[in-house]
T-cell receptor
């Protein structure tokens, strides 16, 4: 079955420290992988995506993600977290032309 | 360029009432989607419209109907609301010629409470 897993419900980091949000996926065929962020009481905002090419993808707000085909992972990273990065993060593999697979997401809290 | 807009922002219904959630996009996108978000369950696809004039069921279509009124607008209708439909509803759209690679852009959401 095609799916996505974000193994950590919550990630807590201090401001200025590196932030990593983990994601593993299971899809048939070529993986097309997306990261979204949701701030409280807001819609989802697109951060970055992997379609093909370089395994390191750079996105909005200083975030980047590394695609690892052998480990079927697509972890989101930020070298130096900000308090304003506190939000709910979703990894979403594309299952077919129109369907994204969303898990429950990971809540990130960055403390000052 | 407003992106994806949704109305209303918040609605309270009584069980059995009907309502229509409106969504519009100004990005000239072909595809539009309706999701619901429930605590601990991420987003689940209700219906989608690959192009004007077509609609298809997603993961959780029961209790809902949709209309792709034109290229810009995609509405979601609850004919007889139930408490299980209490949720946050998001509309999204995507464009381009290779749908599987395209980014979906989301609206701000509609919070629906069914009593």
């Amino acid at each position: 079955a095609q799916s996505v897993a974000q193994p950590e419900d919550q990630v807590n980091v201090a401001e200025g420290n590196p932030l990593t949000v983990k994601c593993t996926y299971s899809v048939s065929g070529n993986p097309y992988l997306f990261w979204y962020v949701q701030y409280p009481n807001r819609g989802l905002q697109f951060l970055l995506k992997y379609i093909t090419g370089d395994n390191l993808v750079k996105g909005s707000y200083g975030f980047e993600a590394e695609f690892n085909k052998s480990q079927t992972s697509f972890h989101l990273k930020k070298p130096s977290a900000l308090v304003s990065d506190s939000a709910l993060y979703f990894c979403a593999p594309r299952l077919n032309d129109y369907k994204l697979s969303f898990g429950a997401g990971t809540t990130v809290t960055v403390r000052a | 360029n407003a992106g994806v807009t949704q109305t209303p922002k918040f609605q309270v219904l009584k069980t059995g009432q009907s309502m229509t959630l409106q969504c519009a996009q100004d990005m000239n996108h072909n595809s539009m989607y309706w999701y619901r978000q429930d605590p601990g369950m991420g987003l689940r696809l209700i219906y989608y419209s690959a192009s004007e004039g077509t609609t298809d069921k997603g993961e959780v279509p029961n209790g809902y109907n949709v209309s792709r009124l034109n290229k810009r607008e995609f509405s979601l209708r609850l004919e007889s609301a139930a408490p299980s439909q209490t949720s946050v509803y998001f509309c999204a759209s995507s464009g381009g010629h290779r749908p599987i690679q395209e980014t979906q852009y989301f609206g701000p959401g509609t919070r629906l409470l069914v009593l």
